[in-house]
């Protein structure tokens, strides 16, 4: 019981970071918001330039003869794998379930499909919704980025359920929508000239609670976004980048099987491609 105390004190009252913004690599511009009031949130934003050079996309690979076309793996993984300087994770995916900290799926390896179309190098491995207002983000290689329809051949394509549309908020009124949670989201501006990617903390009282959907859309139109796609949150959610020596820096703090800094393998994930400062 003393130690069970000891563990929730230290999990309730950890050291929160400060306001930070830095750029991260060439065209590339990190932002982390704290905020105490009306509730503790932290939130990551990093801001990509699609016209700087070095800039490219990649989802992860599928294979589309496979009923399950994806195997899991951790948003840290996937960046050390595919040698990626950004990446967040994506689409919702299944069959997933979270029952304890030993009891889990998928662990890494295990196959998955995606709720979305999907799409890497121009192969297509998923083309199912489920999710109402679903959204599909368009990558391709001449760094162009579009939602609803590619801007170019061949394309890589990540999806997740609308958030803003033509600079307005397409956000439900629902249990979903209005309660706090991690979030993970994607957005282009009016231009389609900067990409973002939102990462927001949450389920741990004291230093992040997470935020409702109309709160992320904020956030988003306060970075300049104009249209944007929910991914996959809750303990998914993770934004991670090639730190030194190439090791994976995870920014925000996952919150898998309610184990803060704890990774959960997901099935999907957006990287980018980005040259170092300096070059």
């Given amino acids: 019981m003393v130690l069970t105390g000891v563990l929730y004190f230290a999990w309730t009252h950890r050291i929160r970071p400060d306001d930070a913004q830095r750029p991260l690599f060439q065209g590339v511009l990190y932002a982390r918001e704290v905020e105490d009031t009306p ?10 330039d ?18 399950l076309p994806l195997i899991g793996r951790t948003t840290s993984a996937f960046l050390a794998e595919f040698k990626v300087q950004i ?37 297509v491995y ?17 760094r162009k980025a579009a939602f609803d329809t590619p801007p170019g051949e061949p394309f890589d394509a990540i999806s997740g359920i609308t958030l803003l549309e033509g600079g307005a908020p397409r956000v439900a009124d629902t249990a979903f929508a209005r ?44 970075h300049g976004g104009h249209d944007a796609a929910l991914f996959d949150g809750g303990g998914s ?37 980005a040259a170092p400062l300096g070059q």
């Fill in 39 to 48: 509730w503790p949130t932290i939130a990551h934003v990093v801001t990509v």
């Fill in 50 to 67: 699609l016209a700087s050079p070095g800039i490219d996309f990649l989802v992860t690979p599928g294979d589309p003869v496979k009923d």
């Fill in 87 to 123: 990446a967040i994770n994506g689409d919702f995916f299944d069959p997933w379930w979270s029952s304890s900290p030993w009891d889990y799926y998928p662990r890494p390896g295990d196959p998955v499909s995606v709720d979305g179309e999907a799409a890497s190098g121009g192969v």
């Fill in 126 to 142: 998923s083309r199912k919704h489920r999710n109402p207002r679903p959204r599909t983000l368009y990558l391709s290689h001449d």
């Fill in 179 to 222: 309660n706090r949670h991690p979030r993970s989201a994607v957005a282009l501006d009016r231009a389609r000239r900067k990409l973002l990617l939102v990462a927001v903390d949450g389920r741990q009282p004291s230093y992040s609670e997470g935020m409702g959907l109309s709160d992320l859309v904020a956030l988003i139109q306060r």
């Fill in 237 to 273: 959610t993770a934004l991670v980048i090639a730190g030194k020596d190439r090791t994976p820096e995870v920014l925000n703090m996952p919150i898998h099987t309610r184990i803060p800094g704890r990774e959960r393998p997901v099935a999907n994930h957006l990287g980018i491609f």
